[in-house]
Nanobody
Framework: QVQLTESGGGSVQAGGSLSLSCTASGHTYDSTYDRYCLGWFRQAPGKEREGVAT???????NYVDSVKGRFTISRDNAKNTLYLRMNSLKPEDTAMYYCAAQFYGSNYCYTRSLELHDFYYWGQGTQVTVSS
């Protein structure tokens, strides 16, 4: 079982920056953190959860169009930690942000899907609020 714990949310004015972290813990039978597919998702009030950024085992990334050029996803396999650096934040970025993980046995991750159903493990979320 894998547990994901997010941190780093908060309140910021438009144009500001925040960094989120997500640390994984727990045991997986035949997989290691560097084999995980990882992603950040967000859910604004009254809206469906959407994929924001994802990362495969080779550090190839995928971003939703609305955050391209402003957000950067990265991972530190030695620390079992996923990051999201958010710059030039806008009020429409206000949401609960969730990290997510998936792995496929001992295989390395080649997918960078932004679809919720491609991820099995989820964190509890961290709130990001951007004021105008």
């Amino acid at each position: 079982q894998v547990q994901l714990t997010e941190s780093g949310g908060g309140s910021v004015q438009a144009g500001g920056s925040l960094s989120l972290s997500c640390t994984a813990s727990g045991h997986t039978y035949d997989s290691t953190y560097d084999r995980y597919c990882l992603g950040w998702f967000r859910q604004a009030p009254g809206k469906e959860r959407e994929g924001v950024a994802t990362l495969d085992s080779y550090n190839k990334t995928n971003y939703v169009d609305s955050v391209k050029g402003r957000f950067t996803i990265s991972r530190d396999n030695a620390k079992n930690t996923l990051y999201l650096r958010m710059n030039s934040l806008k009020p429409e970025d206000t949401a609960m942000y969730y990290c997510a993980a998936q792995f496929y046995g001992s295989n390395y991750c080649y997918t960078r899907s932004l679809e919720l159903h491609d991820f099995y493990y989820w964190g509890q979320g961290t709130q990001v609020t951007v004021s105008s």
